[in-house]
C-alpha cells in the first residue's frame, strides 16, 4: 500500500490495444521494469479485447495465480475464438493476470518474493508497489472500472484439487449478490458456492466487488494441471457467463445432473493440518462426510510402526477441497468441508 496520503499517481502500466475500439485486437498490458536480465524492458501480460456495437464489457481473468491451468487454458483458447460479431457488447480476455507467475509455473511471481507475489493478496494494490501490487493497481483502477461483470478462474493450482464450482459472495447490496448469485449458478459448474473466504480484505473479488461490479468466481479442479473434464467445464462455464449476462446470443447450458448448491459458511470449513508427516485422505472429492468422521490420517515419516494422527470432520457436508500433494506440513490445509443447501441466498 501507498504510503504517500495525495491522490495516487497513474498506472506505470500501458495498454497496446485501444479498449474502445472494434472488432477483434491482441496486445499487451506494458509494465516497465530494470532488473539484471533487462535494463529497460517490460512485463508482457496478453489481452485480447472484442469489442462490437453498444452492450455491456465483461473481463474474464485466469492467471491471477499462476498454476492454475483450467482458465488460463481456456482463455488463451477463447481469445482465439471469439469473433467480433459473436459479441454484442465488449469482452476482455486477460487469461494470466500475473503473467510472471503463470511464466514460472508458480502460484505467486518470482519477481516478487515470498507472498509478496500473490497477486490474489495484492489488492488493490499501489502503483509505487513492487511488480504484483502494480499489476493489482492496474486492474482496480483500470479495468474494473470500465467493466460490468467480472469472471475470475481460478482453482486448485499444485497444492489442491477442488470441485469444480462458480461461487458469489454475501454482499451489503442486496440486488448486487443476487445478480453475481444467478451468474454463479448460471456458470453451469456442477456445483455453485455462497463462499466464506479465510482473508478477503486483499482479493481481487473484494476489489471488484467495492466498485459495485459484478462478480463471479471459480475453482474448477487443480494438482497443477487441466483434464478433459475439468476443462470442459471450464469452457463451457465461460460461454454460459457470457451469454447470461447478454453479450453472446445462446441458451446457457446446464449439467446434466442437478448442480448441487453448497455454503461455506464460517472457518469450520477448513480443516489444516497441526503435523508434518504424509497425508492419507480417506475421502475422494464430492464424497459426503458427517461430523465425527475420520476425514484424513497423517503419519510420522521419520520411523515406522507409529500410529497416525487422525483428523475429523468439524461439520456435516461434502468434501469439497483437498490437499493435492500427499506430503503435508503444518498449517497446510488438508480439506474443506462444505454443506450441502436446498437453495442459496
Ligand atoms: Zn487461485
Same mark, same amino acid.
Not at 500500500?1 to 472488432?23: H, K
Not at 512485463?43 to 485466469?62: F, Q, R, S, Y
Not at 453448497?262 to 508427516?277: I, K, R
Given at each position: 500500500?501507498?504510503?504517500?496520503?495525495?491522490?495516487?499517481?497513474?498506472?506505470?502500466?500501458?495498454?497496446?490495444?485501444?479498449?474502445?475500439?472494434?472488432?477483434?485486437?491482441?496486445?499487451?498490458?506494458?509494465?516497465?521494469?530494470?532488473?539484471?536480465?533487462?535494463?529497460?524492458?517490460?512485463?508482457?501480460?496478453?489481452?485480447?479485447?472484442?469489442?462490437?456495437?453498444?452492450?455491456?464489457?465483461?473481463?474474464?481473468?485466469?492467471?491471477?495465480?499462476?498454476?492454475?491451468?483450467?482458465?488460463?487454458?481456456?482463455?488463451?483458447?477463447?481469445?482465439?475464438?471469439?469473433?467480433?460479431?459473436?459479441?454484442?457488447?465488449?469482452?476482455?480476455?486477460?487469461?494470466?493476470?500475473?503473467?510472471?507467475?503463470?511464466?514460472?509455473?508458480?502460484?505467486?511471481?518470482?519477481?516478487?518474493?515470498?507472498?509478496?507475489?500473490?497477486?490474489?493478496?495484492?489488492?488493490?494494490?499501489?502503483?509505487?508497489?513492487?511488480?504484483?501490487?502494480?499489476? @493489482?493497481?492496474?486492474? !482496480?483502477? &483500470?479495468?474494473?472500472?470500465?467493466?460490468?461483470? +467480472?469472471?475470475?478462474?481460478?482453482? #486448485? /493450482?499444485? *497444492?489442491?484439487?477442488?470441485?469444480?464450482?462458480?461461487?458469489?459472495?454475501?454482499?451489503?447490496?442486496?440486488?448486487?449478490?443476487?445478480?453475481?448469485?444467478?451468474?454463479?449458478?448460471?456458470?453451469?459448474?456442477?456445483?455453485?458456492?455462497?463462499?466464506?473466504?479465510?482473508?478477503?480484505? @486483499?482479493?481481487?473479488? !473484494?476489489? &471488484?466487488?467495492?466498485?459495485?461490479?459484478?462478480? +463471479?468466481?471459480?475453482?474448477?479442479? #487443480? /494438482?497443477? *494441471?487441466?483434464?478433459?473434464?475439468?476443462?470442459?467445464?471450464?469452457?463451457?462455464?465461460?460461454?454460459?457467463?457470457?451469454?447470461?449476462?447478454?453479450?453472446?446470443?445462446?441458451?446457457?447450458?446446464?449439467?446434466?445432473?442437478?448442480?448441487?448448491?453448497?455454503?461455506?459458511?464460517?472457518?469450520?470449513?477448513?480443516?489444516?493440518?497441526?503435523?508434518?508427516?504424509?497425508?492419507?485422505?480417506?475421502?475422494?472429492?464430492?464424497?459426503?462426510?458427517?461430523?465425527?468422521?475420520?476425514?484424513?490420517?497423517?503419519?510420522?515419516?521419520?520411523?515406522?510402526?507409529?500410529?497416525?494422527?487422525?483428523?475429523?470432520?468439524?461439520?456435516?457436508?461434502?468434501?469439497?477441497?483437498?490437499?493435492?500433494?500427499?506430503?503435508?506440513?503444518?498449517?497446510?490445509?488438508?480439506?474443506?468441508?462444505?454443506?450441502?443447501?436446498?437453495?442459496?441466498?
Amino acid at each position: 500500500m501507498s504510503n504517500s496520503t495525495g491522490p495516487l499517481r497513474p498506472s506505470p502500466i500501458s495498454a497496446t490495444v485501444d479498449f474502445e475500439a472494434g472488432g477483434v485486437q491482441h496486445g499487451f498490458l506494458k509494465l516497465p521494469v530494470s532488473n539484471d536480465e533487462s535494463a529497460w524492458g517490460a512485463v508482457m501480460i496478453p489481452v485480447t479485447v472484442v469489442k462490437n456495437g453498444e452492450g455491456p464489457t465483461a473481463l474474464l481473468t485466469g492467471g491471477n495465480h499462476g498454476d492454475e491451468y483450467e482458465g488460463i487454458t481456456a482463455l488463451h483458447k477463447l481469445s482465439s475464438r471469439l469473433r467480433a460479431e459473436d459479441v454484442q457488447g465488449r469482452v476482455i480476455i486477460v487469461p494470466m493476470m500475473n503473467t510472471p507467475a503463470c511464466m514460472a509455473g508458480r502460484r505467486t511471481s518470482p519477481m516478487d518474493a515470498g507472498n509478496a507475489g500473490n497477486l490474489n493478496r495484492s489488492f488493490p494494490g499501489d502503483p509505487d508497489g513492487n511488480v504484483t501490487e502494480k499489476i @493489482a493497481d492496474y486492474f !482496480t483502477r &483500470v479495468m474494473v472500472p470500465m467493466s460490468d461483470v +467480472v469472471l475470475d478462474l481460478h482453482s #486448485g /493450482g499444485r *497444492t489442491l484439487d477442488i470441485i469444480p464450482f462458480a461461487a458469489s459472495h454475501v454482499l451489503d447490496d442486496a440486488e448486487q449478490q443476487r445478480s453475481a448469485l444467478e451468474g454463479a449458478k448460471a456458470f453451469g459448474a456442477p456445483y455453485a458456492i455462497m463462499m466464506f473466504e479465510l482473508d478477503a480484505a @486483499a482479493l481481487f473479488d !473484494t476489489a &471488484v466487488e467495492r466498485q459495485g461490479k459484478i462478480f +463471479v468466481a471459480t475453482e474448477l479442479g #487443480g /494438482g497443477g *494441471t487441466s483434464t478433459p473434464q475439468s476443462l470442459a467445464i471450464t469452457e463451457r462455464g465461460i460461454d454460459n457467463f457470457l451469454i447470461h449476462y447478454g453479450l453472446v446470443e445462446g441458451e446457457v447450458e446446464m449439467p446434466a445432473e442437478p448442480q448441487a448448491y453448497l455454503d461455506m459458511p464460517d472457518a469450520s470449513c477448513y480443516v489444516q493440518s497441526e503435523h508434518t508427516g504424509l497425508l492419507e485422505l480417506t475421502l475422494a472429492l464430492g464424497d459426503t462426510v458427517t461430523q465425527g468422521d475420520v476425514i484424513a490420517r497423517v503419519y510420522d515419516m521419520t520411523r515406522s510402526g507409529v500410529a497416525p494422527i487422525e483428523y475429523r470432520a468439524q461439520r456435516d457436508g461434502v468434501l469439497a477441497a483437498r490437499r493435492f500433494p500427499s506430503s503435508v506440513n503444518m498449517g497446510d490445509t488438508i480439506a474443506v468441508i462444505a454443506e450441502v443447501v436446498e437453495s442459496l441466498g
